[in-house]
């Protein structure tokens, strides 16, 4: 994607990095010691708002960490934010057109702008540093066609084959292990009209025909604010099904399904997307949470085979009062991930170096390990790198009830199915 007032941005940037680099010739190294602007793109207003706030306070976590240890040779950090709002093109590009057009601004990071991930080219062009996580079928159909005029951007999320057929094996297995009973193998998925929400509802509905499942009810809202689920409901209590999926990714829009879900309850396993693991969604909830199911691809793989999560995640309470979702743990890696780098590359102005240094990340991170495929700049996934995690709510808790390998609990009857 390419624009004007992009490019001309890219200009204003040569020229104020040309008018620096006259200022220090003949100077020591020392003369680059100064303050390094790190760009977040976040909805910190609109219905994403909560997640926004997560993204800043990760980000801003490990800054303020950086900062207090003196630094990385003798440059600290300071954030600056690009509200993308709505998530609308136009928002978004103003927020990225705003950050690039900063001379100071040396690395950038979001959780999800855009969904689209069209600002992906606009780091591109102007060679800057990237790293994103959610849509990651998004990153990699913009990125794998030729990753080299990519190095600018990396993705923390894995590839999102597992969102759409690991629902599928984890119904299946359950009903093997006798913990639900499969009926009828009938499943209702309800989605949002968004490119996270579609993308997984529509491998989902793909893997469950393959498996021979019959889809009683396929429905997809107007992304936003719903407050309303009672009409789809009743189409969901007009044919009962084995399983009840919604992809909404906004906690506010899950809890209102969930609530009006329980006001006539099916005995159908329930499974929400991505919603629940955001704090938000039990103050909304409260204990109608109990027995809810969701996946995670990233989020913080809370394990003693894995302790890193549990480090951050404390460290994060402990600093803002309130446990983090998927958002505050993992921005807080990716600023890790840019400080690495950084450390590596030496000059945060050079920014080939930096982005083929994040290219080369293989570390422990509370996702699990993080090593990038060079053929789409995605985080590599499986149970030796980042694995799917299915958790369970329970009191307020979640309990990872998925893989084995870093179970901490097992999967338990939802109360409505009983």
């Excluded at 995640?313 to 309130?322: A, H, N």
Aim: proline share 5%.
């Amino acid at each position: 994607m390419k624009s004007t007032s992009i490019s001309g941005t890219l200009k204003r940037r040569a020229t104020l990095a040309a008018s620096a680099l006259a200022l220090v010739v003949g100077m020591g190294t020392a003369a680059f010691a100064d303050v390094v602007k790190i760009g977040l793109l976040a909805p910190l207003t609109g219905p994403a708002a909560a997640d926004g706030q997560e993204f800043q306070r990760g980000a801003q976590m490990a800054i303020d960490e950086a900062n207090a240890a003196g630094g990385i040779d003798g440059h600290t950090f300071e954030l600056v934010i690009g509200d993308v709002k709505d998530q609308s093109a136009a928002n978004v590009t103003s927020a990225v057109e705003r950050l690039l057009g900063d001379p100071d601004v040396h690395f950038m990071l979001t959780g999800y702008a855009s969904l689209t991930n069209f600002e992906i080219d606009n780091m591109a062009e102007a060679e800057m540093p990237y790293m994103l996580a959610a849509t990651s079928q998004q990153t990699r159909d913009i990125i794998a066609p030729d990753p080299d005029k990519y190095g600018c951007c990396w993705s923390l999320t894995p590839s999102f084959d597992a969102y759409n057929t690991d629902v599928t094996f984890f119904a299946e297995k359950l009903a093997k292990d006798g913990k639900i009973a499969l009926a009828s193998k009938k499943v209702a998925v309800i989605s949002s009209d968004n490119a996270y929400s579609k993308t997984i509802s529509e491998g989902m509905k793909k893997t469950f025909s393959e498996n021979g499942w019959t889809i009683t009810v396929d429905e997809i809202v107007p992304f936003g604010e719903v407050t309303d689920w009672r009409a789809i409901l009743a189409k969901v209590r007009a044919d009962v099904p084995d399983v009840v999926i919604n992809t909404d990714y906004l906690p506010g829009n899950s809890a209102s399904f969930l609530n009006q879900f329980l006001e006539q309850p099916t005995k159908s396993l329930v499974f929400l997307q991505y919603a629940p693991s955001v704090p938000e969604f039990v103050e909304l909830t409260g204990a109608k949470s109990n027995g809810v199911v969701y996946n995670l691809l990233g989020g913080p793989l809370t394990s003693p085979k894995n302790p890193r999560a549990e480090e951050v995640s404390t460290k994060f309470k402990e600093k803002y009062g309130v446990e983090s979702g998927t958002y505050g743990v993992g921005l807080y890696e990716m600023v890790n991930v840019y400080f690495d780098a950084l450390k590596k590359a030496g000059d945060p102005a050079d920014h080939a170096a930096v982005m083929k240094a994040i290219g080369e990340t293989d570390k422990q991170v509370a996702a699990g390990r993080l090593k990038f495929d060079p053929a789409t700049h995605l985080a590599m996934q499986g149970d030796d790198y980042i694995p799917i995690t299915f958790f369970q709510i329970w009191d307020g808790q979640r309990s990872l009830i998925s893989p084995e390998k870093y179970a901490t609990g097992e999967f338990k009857p939802q109360p409505w199915t009983k």
